[in-house]
């Protein structure tokens, strides 16, 4: 079953800009997480955040929270080209804790 | 340095065989997980374990089977009976689980490929 869906499901952007990338979801969490993923490689944890929460921050990273709207997105800021990377956000259900349900992702590209 | 080692980076499998991935982390984690990722999605639970010699079935369990025997090993096998094996798949670890006190990301392994010959 699929709890989060991503969009754009491509991103192409220029180096220096930044990028903004979107979940919804379904049912209600616990957390939702960010994750990052290089072709062909492990996923990386990159942010978590409480359903009780609305915005935090990591570095670069800024991530909302709409639990009103079953949403959340991801701002990476004055991107580089090693962004470059698929993004999956990753939900936490209340019904269904202990494990992560994965959205189908956002490639995004960043051009040098 | 700690982390999750899946092994092996690639394998191949003939029709009607059965195969099984290795997945052994030195984190200490009591929660470990199974996922398929097919290309160009997103990744699908196979199998999951909050504690040793125990596990549950995630999404997609069917022609698959795991063992806990070991907090840091949790093996998965693909049988004949998985009709459609080839995918990249990956394992993760997490502290989260029944005496997590605060929610916890996993910590993934780098996949192993596997194609059906």
């Not at chain 2, 394998?11 to 398929?36: I, P």
Request: hydrophobic share 30%.
């Amino acid at each position: 079953s699929q709890q989060g869906e991503e969009d754009p499901q491509a991103l192409s952007i220029q180096e220096g800009e930044n990028a903004t990338m979107n979940c919804s979801y379904k049912t209600s969490i616990n957390n939702l997480q960010w994750y990052r993923q290089n072709s062909g490689r492990g996923l990386v944890h990159l942010i978590l955040i409480r359903s009780n929460e609305r915005e935090k921050h990591s570095g670069r990273l800024r991530v909302t929270l709409d639990t009103s709207k079953k949403s959340s997105s991801l701002l990476i800021t004055a991107s580089r080209a090693a962004d470059t990377a698929s993004y999956f956000c990753a939900t936490d259900t209340v019904d269904s804790s202990y494990k992560l349900i994965f959205g189908s992702g956002t490639r995004l590209l960043v051009r040098p | 340095d700690g982390g999750i080692t899946q092994s092996p980076k690639y394998l191949f499998r003939k029709e009607g065989q059965n195969v099984t991935l290795s997945c052994e982390q030195n984190l200490n984690h009591d929660a470990m997980y199974w996922y398929r990722q097919d290309p160009g999605q997103g990744l699908r639970l196979i199998y999951y374990s909050q504690i040793v010699n125990d596990f549950q079935k995630g999404d997609i369990a069917e022609g698959y089977s795991v063992s806990r025997e070991k907090k840091e090993s949790f093996p998965l096998t693909v049988t004949s009976a998985q009709k459609n094996p080839t995918a990249f798949y990956l394992c993760a670890s997490s502290i989260a689980g029944r005496q997590a006190t605060r929610p916890y990301g996993y910590t993934f392994g780098s996949g192993t490929r596997l194609t059906v010959v």
